[in-house]
């Protein structure tokens, strides 16, 4: 048990569909993070979440869509992906501050048809 | 601008022997390093960071890692590796005054019994 909770842990949609990732830690954190990785490339961060209020939006593509409605969830909204978005989605919590370390889910692994 | 740099994308060591996973980075101002472990189908696991202070850092599961300014590295190292160490490391820096956590590549590392 990690404390970062992600569901689901395996999605596929067509590039069509409308899903949501979500994404719940049970630790106090009050920053929440949506991380993307991809084979052989650094983690790409999308989106920072800080008391709710998104800090860091990290030019992702408007069909990927976060939300946040309070300190414990977090949401990641996909309508009309690509097949280039196939991945896996992480998601992660600290308590902020620039020296805490980032507590990670199992992450979704994302196959878009 | 903040980047990682994991030069080997592979490091295999038998089992029992000493282990090093390398690290460099660029920071404009003063770094907050980290490392963190993947395992198969998992998220991102903490397992230490340096901040200030001691230059030789120790954190999980016997691992620790030394700062090194003047070459500025931060590699990985543990002084007799288990089969059970086998997975993917990653090396993070933050700047001190950026949001931001940049990762390097990951570097897979095998333990041969």
């Known amino acids: 048990e990690t404390g970062v909770t992600q569901t689901p842990r395996h999605l596929v949609m067509g590039m069509t569909n409308k899903k949501s990732l979500k994404c719940e830690q049970h630790?106090?954190?009050?920053?929440m993070y949506w991380y993307k990785q991809s084979a052989k490339k650094p983690l790409e961060l999308m989106f920072v979440y800080s008391l709710e209020e998104r800090v860091e939006n990290n030019s992702v593509p408007s069909r990927f869509s976060p939300e946040c409605p309070n300190s414990s969830h977090l949401f990641l909204h996909l309508h009309t992906l690509q097949p280039e978005d196939s991945a896996l989605y992480l998601c992660?919590?600290?308590?902020?501050?620039?020296?805490?370390?980032?507590?990670f889910g199992n992450g979704t692994r994302l196959t878009v048809t | 601008a903040q980047s990682v740099a994991q030069p080997e994308d592979q490091v295999n060591v038998a089992e029992g022997n000493p282990l090093t996973v390398k690290c460099t980075y660029s920071?404009?101002?003063?770094?907050?390093l980290f490392w963190y472990v993947q395992y198969p189908n998992r998220g991102l696991q903490f397992l230490l960071k340096y901040i200030t202070g001691d230059n030789l850092v120790k954190g999980s599961y016997g691992f620790e890692a030394e700062f090194n300014k003047s070459q500025t590295s931060f590699h990985l190292k543990k002084p007799s590796a288990l089969v059970s160490d086998s997975a993917l490391y990653f090396c993070?820096?933050?700047?001190?005054?950026?949001?931001?956590?940049?990762f390097g590549t990951g570097t897979r590392l095998t333990v041969i019994p």
């Open positions: 630790l106090g954190h009050n920053a």
């Open positions: 993070a820096v933050r700047d001190a005054g950026a949001n931001n956590l940049f």
């Open positions: 992660a919590s600290s308590v902020g501050g620039l020296n805490s370390p980032l507590h």
């Open positions: 920071v404009s101002g003063n770094p907050y």
